[in-house]
Structure formats: structure tokens, C-alpha cells
């Protein structure tokens, strides 16, 4: 069998400086698209942390609210309305707010987001709250977030060294009676949980008993979800939506996704990541379309086909996309180490995101190219020689 010459290879590595120019602007694009979708899934992540922690099948919210951070209360009365349908099996009011923290080291004062509910409702999926909900029976006992951010003071480590110990919310001495992980967001830098009766005594007189943000349903087994929450819009007043568990995580990733400048600007980064790529890809390979356009020419005369010219041309984007993907994947996996520690958000590597963008890659190399072979495609030998 005769042994095919790798025309696509010896042509980008004969130009080696134009070779590595390629490379580096490849990497540099998959990096700045890498980021961008990083902090996009973060975004996302991050905002429906509360959510998916919950044990709930339908929740209710005021019709005024938009997102944890932009939330409204409605009477509780609502919630042991549902309870009265036919497969409700239990109802928990929560209570959400921010509340101020005062560092126990520093002295310093921060908001940080706090729930709270009947601690016999045990309505979180998070083992050490689990753990713990008789300890927040007590009065002025709270459970801190290990995951939030580190101007909140030094409270894992303080909690390891001493175990239960006492610090400062809203001029009130409370107790930290153990740690969870909910980590931070966007819209919230760390949480605490407490008791609903706790969580009143923080707020004093500017919180009503029986106002709640937040209304989870927990169906009977076996119970019709659709059904059930069809007749709960039907039969409950319009100062409350009725949404499922997925309706109610998408509403808050739509909110940061439309409803803030947030979701825009990071698909606008991988967006101008992918033409910068293909900007600088169409450069080269047009360069060297341009620079080997009498071979092109020479090999034309001899017999050889337009498709197989134009598939060295494609050949030697993919050349070099790949070698432009593998060390832009090696370059993101480290801003994403050094991403999360920094800001504590939910930076991770998936396999999914990868491929995307080792597709997006390949097709940006590819449109390059499609742009670049239109002068090889209209060359013609004898104008050459």
C-alpha cells in the first residue's frame, strides 16, 4: 500500500513560529471560553443550592417573589390551606432573611443569609443538619455554613478547636452548635440555620410570626404530582404560585440568567472567545494558503482534485485544534483550583463541558478554514505560472 505524504502536517510545521502563533491563540480562546462557561455553571449552581437541599415535591412563594435575593412573604395560612388536598401529607413553613454576623476574630460585620424552620419538620438533605436539629431546639443556637466565604471569621476552625462556642448576631449572643456545607453564590457569601422560633427572636419586632418566604408540600407516596398541583392553583389564592421542584430551580436560574447582567456577560465572553479563535486561525491558515499557493497551483496541474486540497486545509485546522485544546484545557483546570479557592464558588471541570468546548474548537478551526480556501479555490495554475 502506498504510504500517504501528511502534506497537512509538513505544511504547519515547516512555519513553526506560525505554528506555535496558532497554538497559542487557540489556547487562549479555549481558556477565556472555558472560564466564561465556568462561571456560568457557578452562576447556576450556586443560586439553587437551597433549593435542591430542600425535601420538598411542590413549593409555594409569594407572586411577588423573584429570586432568594429578591423575595417577598406571604401569610403561612396559605401552606394549611394545601394541606387540606388530596395527597398533601405535610407542610413547612421557612422563614429566610439576611441577618448581620459579627467575626468573632476581626469584629467586623457582614450579612449572611439565614434559614429557618421547625427543626421537627427536618426538612434539609443535608446529614450534619440532620445530625443536629435537637440542638437547635435550644434557644439562640444556630448551625454555620463551612463552605462560606472568610470574612465570617475563622468559624470551622474555631468550632474543630472548642466545639459549640458563643459569637454575636444582630447584637444577640447565639451559639454555634455545628457546621454544615451550602457554600457561597452569587447572591449569598455563606448561611446559617436555626429553629423558626430562633430565627424570630433574631429579628425581634421586625419579623411577624406566621409571614414566611417560603412554603414547602410533601406529597403522600404514590400521590398524582401534576394533579396535585394543578388543583392547588386552582383552589389556592393568587397571592401564591404553586411550583414543582424543577420549576422552582429553573425560575431561580432564570432570574440570573435574564434578569441580571450576570448570565449575559459571562455567554458573551465565550462568545467573543470563539471569534478571537477563529480570527486568529483564519489569519494563519490564509497566510499560509497565501504563502503555498503556487504548490496548491503545481499540485492542481498535476492531477490532483479540489476536494483534496480543500481537505488539507481542514486537516490543518483540526491539527491545530487539537493542539490548541489540550493545553488550554490544562491551563483552565488550574484557574478553575485557583477560582474556587479564591472565591469559594462551585468552579469544577465536567467531562460535558470538555467536549463542548473541544466541539467548539474544532468547529471554530473549521470556519476559519472555510473562510481561508476561497483563494485556493479560485487559483488556477496557469495564472500562477
Known sequence: MRRRIPLAWLQLSREKARMLVAIA???????????????????FEGAVEIQTSLKGDVFLISDRYRSLISRDKFTERRLYQALGYTGVRAVIPIYLDYVQWKNPVNKQIWNMFVIGFNPDDNVMMLPPVEANLDKLKFPDTVMFDKGARKEFGPIPQIFQ???PFKTEIENREVEVVGLFELGTSFG????LI???LNFLRLFGRRREKGLIELGVIQLEPGANLAQVMKNLKAG???????LSKQEFIEREQGFWNTSTPVGYVFDLGA?????VGAVIVYQILYSDVSDHLSEYATLKAIGFENNYLLSVVFQEALILAAMGFFPGLMLSLGFYQITRQATLLPMAMTIGRAAFVLALTATMCCVSAAFSIRK??????SDIF
Open 25 to 43: 491563540g487557540i489556547t487562549f480562546a479555549d481558556v477565556l471560553m472555558f472560564l466564561q462557561l465556568g462561571f456560568r455553571s457557578a452562576l
Open 161 to 163: 478547636q472548642t466545639g
Open 188 to 191: 449569598v457569601n455563606g448561611h
Open 194 to 196: 436555626t429553629s423558626d
Open 236 to 242: 389556592l389564592p393568587d397571592d401564591v404560585r404553586v
Open 271 to 275: 462568545v467573543i472567545g470563539f471569534i
Open 376 to 381: 485556493l479555490q479560485t487559483a488556477d495554475p
